[in-house]
């Protein structure tokens, strides 16, 4: 329980920055939250497209780590083994309302005040909690294909829920391998 109160208030911390910050630029609340008008169909595809982009990447860069024998996944898979049995509430809040925190900070706030390659050398780094050097090494190359596709389409609907989909599939992997 503590977890989950720590957790909180570490994301209303980071977006009530966000939101301080674009109201002394005084940007309009959807632009803070990179909310832009999109139609249904250019988001569901821009989702798609993201996610299967994440896909692949997430496929590669563990099929050439563990060409070069590094793969500690089994650090990342132990954590979710963990909250799927002890703490499967914890793991929505993750899933959902971090996931959401994550790319208002992260590609809306940091992307467009520090570029592609800083901000996703940052997702990497809050990573770091795994204890795996895979999951940091693909955190950044995920955070740049999702910031890159926020900054080409401004969707960060799509951004959302491609990255929601994607740690969703992740979850499954584990969950199936129990």
Partial sequence: MLDLILN?????????????????????????????????????KNTVVVFLVLILISWLIL??????????TYKVDETLRYLIKNAPYFLIYLLVIRTFVEEIFFRVFLTEKIGILLSSLLFA????????????????????????????????????????????????IVVISI
């Avoid at 005084?26 to 250019?42: A, D, P, T, V």
């Avoid at 099929?63 to 500690?72: A, Y």
């Avoid at 926020?150 to 979850?171: G, M, R």
Wanted: proline share 0%; aromatic share 14%.
């Fill in 8 to 44: 909180i208030m570490i994301d209303l911390a980071f977006l009530s920055f966000v939101i301080i910050q674009g109201l002394r630029e005084k940007k309009k609340i959807n632009e803070i939250f990179g909310i832009y008008k999109k139609n249904f169909l250019e988001t569901l």
């Fill in 63 to 72: 099929t050439i780590l563990t060409m070069i024998k590094i793969n500690d």
């Fill in 125 to 172: 780094l809050v990573h770091i909690g795994y204890n795996s050097i895979v999951e940091i090494i693909a955190a950044f190359f995920l955070g740049y294909v999702l910031a890159h596709f926020y900054l080409k389409t401004k969707d960060i609907v799509a951004i959302y829920l491609s990255h929601v989909l994607f740690n969703i599939t992740n979850i499954l």
